[in-house]
């Protein structure tokens, strides 16, 4: 379990969130992990990646991001293996979150534009009770899905094509942690928090 601490200054501060890392690597091992996982050291900016929101606007990416810290997953509403533990593992997040943590939000992005569209997300949020305020979705165009990604270095062998990681940005839309596969709602809600209260 990650205990946290009160701490001042920049120097006890990083050490706060790089200990609730390792506790959130640590049931799983980095050897488990598809891809990286950890602090993003320095935060990088998430590129120019067009997606399509449950209303069926067209948005940057970068927009949803902006102004809060978001946990971002990548997922398809057609798959049945580990896109329906995601989403279950991000209505723990949301359990885990209560009225005070205003800024802190989950982000579904689906890597299947020609499978799945606003409805079938909406029909996904539905799934697990999202709250609007807190939970949204979009889809990715297809010629950004690659370059998504490859910025998430979220790649896997196998249908369904990503990991089951969690990514953490920052309010300046910045990538700053990613998890090991499957992480646990509590982990995921504690590193949100840490997160925010290092601004």
Do not use: Y
């Amino acid at each position: 379990m990650i205990r946290l601490q009160l701490r001042t200054g920049f120097t006890q501060r990083r050490s706060l969130i790089l200990g609730a890392a390792a506790a959130c690597i640590e049931p799983w091992g980095l050897a488990e992990a598809h891809a990286a996982a950890g602090p993003v050291a320095p935060p990088q900016a998430i590129p120019v990646i067009a997606v399509t929101s449950t209303g069926g606007q067209s948005i940057e990416l970068s927009r949803l991001l902006t102004g809060g810290i978001t946990a971002v997953q990548t997922m398809f509403t057609g798959c049945t293996a580990t896109c329906p533990i995601q989403g279950a593992i991000f209505a723990d997040v949301q359990r885990h979150l209560g009225p005070a943590d205003t800024n802190l939000r989950l982000l579904s992005v689906s890597i299947d534009p020609l499978g799945d569209d606003a409805r079938a997300l909406r029909t996904w949020l539905g799934r697990f009770d999202a709250q609007p305020q807190r939970w949204r979705a979009a889809v990715v165009r297809m010629s950004d899905v690659d370059r998504l990604l490859d910025f998430l270095r979220s790649r896997a062998d196998g249908p369904d094509r990503h990991t089951a990681q969690a990514f953490l940005f920052n309010s300046k839309a910045q990538l700053a942690f990613r998890t090991t596969d499957l992480p646990t709602g509590n982990d995921v809600a504690n590193l949100m928090r840490e997160m925010a209260s290092m601004r």
